[in-house]
């Protein structure tokens, strides 16, 4: 068995759908086996997709043991040289596997690899490649120096911006969303640390890997990465749960600061929780008002599933034009420069690589319409705001 893939699920079942059709592709070729561990969803994902992805194997846990637990549930009973962590609310490229796996074969060395992860809005997710979060980096990402700075290799380690995004490079930290790991760097450093709940675990495991010394890598692959529509990261939720990993990892492998840092730390929260919930705010009005309006999308389509797309933007009232392909052509890149909220790409026509890569720009568009798929399985589109049907 060369790869084993996991995915965590807590009630996201149309985004896991699409993850998982994107997925099958990807396999094709590869000798591989997918887990899908369930932490007590309440939307039915297990019956709904169970049926749809009979091959997938499924863990059912009775309740939410967080996100290294689950993980673990599922690395325990896999067979591959190779496992991969993929984040539900994702999805890959045809190719995406497949060069990571050759990447990983070639370089033995390499104990884990991450990829270049698109923000629904075709622009890179600077998570994609970061740095460890030592007492001076992480003193420069909560105090802005990181943000004031981004190419700096000094101030700007956290996300590593210097980085060229087109070259595979050596970073340190993965993210959890694709974390592509060798098994034998996972049996040499053990599983997933269970005290992180949520957030912070990939981190600790990346530095593991390191110290084990191993080397990690960013390769210039593409996913899409929607950013856990179930887990706002401008929420205060969010700001107090990863800055309490922050303490957690910082206790386990920088003890020796560990006083000074927790009380940076604390007052940091207290400040971020402050913004965070004014940019809540913000982010909730600048939502209702996207929703209260009549969005325009441009429908991709060689007309096989035309209709119930077109049925479905005007079942919502959204005004919309048709890009006529023929034989999977894309529209010229000028449309992601027009008045368009979404653009519609039909999954069962274009492959997810090829919509990755019309979307995919270097985030010079003042602004771009978002990523949007038509998954004929569920006879929804797909958006950042959840399944239209």
Request: net charge positive; with cysteine.
């Amino acid at each position: 068995m060369k790869l084993s893939i996991v995915i965590v699920n807590y009630n996201v079942r149309y985004y896991l759908e699409q993850c998982l059709l994107s997925v099958e592709k990807a396999l094709l070729g590869v000798s591989g086996e997918v887990f899908v561990v369930d932490n007590n969803s309440t939307d039915d994902s297990v019956p709904y997709l169970r049926t749809k992805f009979p091959w997938v194997r499924y863990i059912e846990n009775s309740d939410n043991v967080g996100f290294s637990r689950a993980n673990n549930q599922a690395i325990r009973e896999a067979r591959g040289e190779y496992v991969l962590l993929l984040n539900p609310d994702t999805f890959v490229g045809e190719r995406t596997l497949r060069e990571c796996i050759d990447f990983m074969d070639k370089n033995p060395q390499a104990g884990m690899c991450g990829v270049g992860m698109l923000r629904v809005d075709g622009s890179f997710a600077p998570e994609s490649r970061r740095g460890v979060p030592t007492p001076f980096v992480a003193f420069c990402k909560m105090t802005g120096l990181g943000s004031l700075f981004p190419k700096s290799r000094l101030f700007g380690r956290y996300y590593m911006q210097y980085l060229n995004k087109q070259s595979i490079n050596p970073i340190e930290i993965v993210s959890g969303a694709f974390m592509f790991i060798r098994r034998a760097a996972l049996n040499q450093v053990g599983l997933l640390d269970e005290t992180f709940f949520m957030y912070g675990e990939d981190i600790d495991i990346s530095y593991r890997v390191l110290k084990a010394g191993f080397k990690n890598y960013y390769l210039p692959t593409h996913i899409l990465h929607y950013k856990g529509e179930s887990t706002k990261k401008d929420s205060i939720k969010y700001v107090n749960a990863f800055h309490k990993a922050m303490v957690i990892f910082f206790k386990k492998h920088f003890a020796h600061y560990s006083a000074i840092y927790s009380a940076f730390i604390t007052l940091t929260v207290f400040m971020r929780g402050v913004m965070s919930y004014l940019m809540q705010k913000s982010y909730a009005l600048s939502r209702k008002r996207m929703e209260m309006k009549r969005q325009k999308f441009l429908i991709v389509s060689d007309g096989q599933n035309l209709d119930d797309m077109k049925l479905i933007a005007e079942k919502h009232g959204f005004k919309y034009d048709v890009f006529h392909s023929r034989l999977g052509d894309m529209p010229s890149t000028d449309v992601l420069y027009r008045d368009y909220d979404y653009i519609v790409f039909d999954t069962s026509r274009y492959p997810f690589s090829s919509i990755l890569e019309f979307f995919r720009h270097d985030g010079s568009f003042r602004q771009s319409p978002f990523i949007a798929t038509y998954i004929p399985s569920n006879r929804s589109i797909m958006t950042f705001q959840g399944a239209i049907n």
